[in-house]
């Protein structure tokens, strides 16, 4: 019996000795007939197979456990293998039984077992969502716990006590049972219980809406060498939920597949149940609406099997959210919604009831039944303009209650009113963005904006009001761009991995060469990883969000003798804002289908000129198709704002495509200065920061491009006080160090972009790729940078036209200039561009009017002149 124990003790600490030490115990109880000590030995084994995943082989041990103490009349130490085994029934989702086996218990135990089944008990309640009964058992439970000095019962009881609070949505009293059952497991031994709370504690940052922190805690518990043998899933799922919650909907799909594929395979169906549905808010929240009700009804079967009601009510609201508007007509989706909000009021999920009030709300504004639209707000907003949603749940649900309110607003003709609920909506996804240190976080979190920006944007427009339109435009571009980064610029973590990932690129460019083998896959996409989550845990910012857009006053005085021009899209259609001579218009541009076509063709036409060859007639035809496309797409896009423009020197503010297109191609742009920004805002900031004027010059070149180190060269013979870094010297550190606060900075290096995720865009240097992880980090960007490389401007767009990429990097940390490349480039024709370029800039010439007077002495007949000068565009001021 003293052995068995001992391995029942072990347990927590150990589980596979555990199973060792039971298996002998079992054998020795067997060998002297001692029932007690072989129903004890059986359970040590079942809740050690527990702990290492191997749910089946956990009951069948328990249960081996109960006939031998039934049969041997042994009725105290069946009961508490029964309790025992009603937490493996929990785990296996067959939580009816568990109830049963739990209740069977409970007649035969006193005391102290007597506590601990009732605690057992109480969690069983929870997971089928009675969480009112759950919370008053764990009350009335945890004293008898403490006066019997029992610390693992009363850590395990903390712990569910704090899962429930945070799904109740009360941080501070999670953390507070958090903190004791850590403290509570430490004190036992029990690191990997107290990793597990490590990651519970994550939980409550993420409740209380600090992504980066939640996330830092998961990396630290899963780094945790307890949790190094014996992965959690649902530390899995619970990444899953922050990375919701701040727009990474692609990782975090990836994140729930990888939980659902653990929970399956140890057979843990009531785990297995949410991740289910779990996988499905991710297809949601990427508009796979089939995908997700398919998920979500998957999910529903499971809690319906498992008798779990509350979490069935869950599972209907995300198969309603995908795909409830497309199938139900507006009237039966009411009704629909506000069932399954009362069920889950019911069970207590108060968030998850907003929601759907939410969705109830939106169908009945939509059926024309504004009373009861009112009706249905009225437990998460007030009708006043000036009143707060409430501040509960997650800031997708918060916008989407102010989203919501607009809507009954528009519908009643308060237009102005409509407006404040969708500013007051921005405002919060703008201060959220603000208290999130990372680029790729911020970003991403614009996605929760869009439907409210689309619907400001809607409201002006159908005014007619083009100042209004050029201030909704602006209202929720590139906001992410506003915010300085604010990783340090020494965080060791984010440091060492860059340093890593720089390594494997160089093993990987090596054993190109060599034809030796190069690093795995999996070696470099760990690498990778290691990069990105380090990147997400910067602190918080120092500034608060700028919730305004510029006015339009403010823009015409920056302006001075130039216009402006900015792009929108309402549907399929593009419509452009003028800024011109003081006066703003709004214009009808095209079809965004045509101008798509258009651009296509444009950049074939560039890249045929580039590498045109043969008969000078057989030139002379590539050489002309270019300029068709050139002419159609500028007729396309400037066409109908050619005459307020006139001649003026030109802002263009693009959107959706039309940030790679090659402006210096479109021919009513010749000899003009052109400088494109991501927004409005974005190229004012720029114009208002002080103009540098030390003289400090860095030109470097980076590996492969023979040409680019010619062009250098060639460079530093006109800049003779130039700082020069070529051939091994060319190195990340040192042209990191070399950039930060020049106020010229070439560097022609081959570029990468990564669509995937455009943080780890890249030029590729002596020693690997230089990242827009490794730009962040430094202290002061330069004032003008040159990046000659192919594509070295092209970004990729997020929603809320958010730009990521090498160039907005630059322009968020405070260059004022990015001369760079939006299509392929020769580097060999680039070369006497870039001499001549830079001669006007070494001559005090501003970027953009030195870029138009390169592009101008051109010979019409250098066609890999003519195609390298067209792929350059001035970015910023």
Known sequence: MEHAAAALDLVGRDPRLALTEADAAAAEALAAGDPTALCTAHRAAGLALRGLGDLPGAEARLRTGIRAATRAGAEQAAAEARMSLAFILLDRGRLRTALTEADRAAGRLTGLPAARLASQRALILQRTGRLDEALAAYAATLPHLRRAGDLLWQARLHNNRGLLHAHRGAPAAAEADFIRARSLWHALSMDVHAAESECNLANVAALSGDAPAALAGYDRAERS??????????????????????????????????????????????????????????????????????????????????????????????????????????????????????????????????????????????????????????????????????????????????????????????????????????????????????????????????????????????????????????????????????????????????????????????????????????????????????????????????????????????????????????????????????????????????????????????????????????????????????????????????????????????????????????????????????????????????????????????????????????????????EVLLDDRATVPAVLAAVDGADLAHVAAHGRLRTDNPLLSALELADGPLTVYDLERLSRAPEVVVLPACQSGVAAVRAGDEVIGLVSALLALGARTVVATAVPVSDVDTEPVMLALHERLLAGVPPAEAMAATRAAIAPTDDGAVAAAAGFVTFGA
């Not at 504004?370 to 997650?394: K, N, Q």
């Open 225 to 722: 060498p307890a949790l190094r043998t014996r992965p959690i899933p649902q530390l899995q799922l619970n990444r899953c939920q922050v990375l919701l919650s701040v727009g990474l909907f692609e990782d975090a799909r990836r994140t729930a597949q990888r939980a659902v594929a653990e929970l399956r395979e140890a057979d843990a169906a009531a785990d297995l149940a949410e991740a289910q549905l779990w996988l499905a808010e991710t297809a949601a929240a990427l508009g796979l609406r089939e995908v997700a009700a398919r998920e979500a009804r998957e999910a529903l079967d499971l809690f319906t099997r498992q008798g779990r009601p509350g979490w069935a009510s869950l599972a209907r609201l995300v198969a309603l959210r995908a795909v409830g508007e497309h199938d139900l007509a507006p009237r039966a989706l009411v009704r629909s919604a506000l069932e399954c909000a009362e069920a889950l009021a019911a069970a207590g999920w108060r968030v998850a009831e907003l929601d759907a009030r939410l969705i109830a709300a939106g169908a009945a504004v939509r059926a024309g039944d504004l009373a009861t639209a009112e009706r249905v707000l009225g437990p998460a907003t007030g009708s006043r303009p000036t009143r707060p949603v409430r501040s509960s749940g997650t800031l997708e649900t918060r916008v989407r209650a102010w989203h919501a309110q607009a809507l009954l607003r528009q519908a009643r003709g308060d237009r102005r009113g409509a407006l404040a609920a969708l500013r007051a909506g921005l405002a919060l996804v703008g201060r959220y963005q603000a208290a999130l240190g990372a680029t790729e976080l911020r970003v991403h979190v614009s996605a929760f904006g869009a439907e409210p920006a689309a619907l400001g944007l809607d409201l002006a427009l159908a005014a007619g009001d083009a100042r209004m339109v050029l201030g909704w435009a602006e209202r929720a571009r590139a906001r992410a761009l506003r915010l300085r980064p604010v990783k340090p610029p020494h965080d060791p973590e984010l440091a060492e991995a860059l340093v890593e990932l720089r390594r494997l690129a160089a093993q990987d460019t090596a054993a190109r060469r060599s034809g030796s083998s190069a690093p795995a896959d999996a070696v470099r996409r760990a690498a990778e990883d290691r990069v990105v989550r380090a990147s997400r845990v910067a602190g918080s910012p120092l500034h608060r969000p700028e919730d305004a857009p510029p006015n339009a006053a403010a823009l015409v005085a920056a302006l001075g003798d130039a216009a402006l021009v900015e792009f929108v899209r309402r549907g399929g259609e593009l419509l452009a804002v003028t800024l011109s001579a003081g006066r703003c218009r709004l214009r009808p541009v095209a079809e965004l289908a045509e101008v798509t076509a258009a651009l296509d063709a444009a950049v074939a036409g560039l890249n045929a000129l580039a590498m045109a060859f043969g008969t000078p007639r057989g030139r002379a035809a590539v050489r002309a198709s270019a300029q068709a496309a050139g002419r159609r797409l500028d007729d396309l896009l400037l066409g109908p704002v050619r005459a307020e423009l006139g001649d003026r020197p030109l802002v263009v503010v693009p959107t959706s495509g039309l940030h790679g297109v090659p402006w210096g191609l479109l021919p009513s742009l010749t000899g003009r200065p052109v400088r494109v920004a991501p927004s409005a805002a974005a190229w004012l900031r720029a114009v208002r920061s002080p103009v540098r004027r030390g003289g400090r010059v860095l030109l470097a070149a980076g590996p492969g491009l023979p040409a680019a180190r010619s062009e250098v060269a060639a460079l530093a013979r006109r800049a003779p006080a130039a």
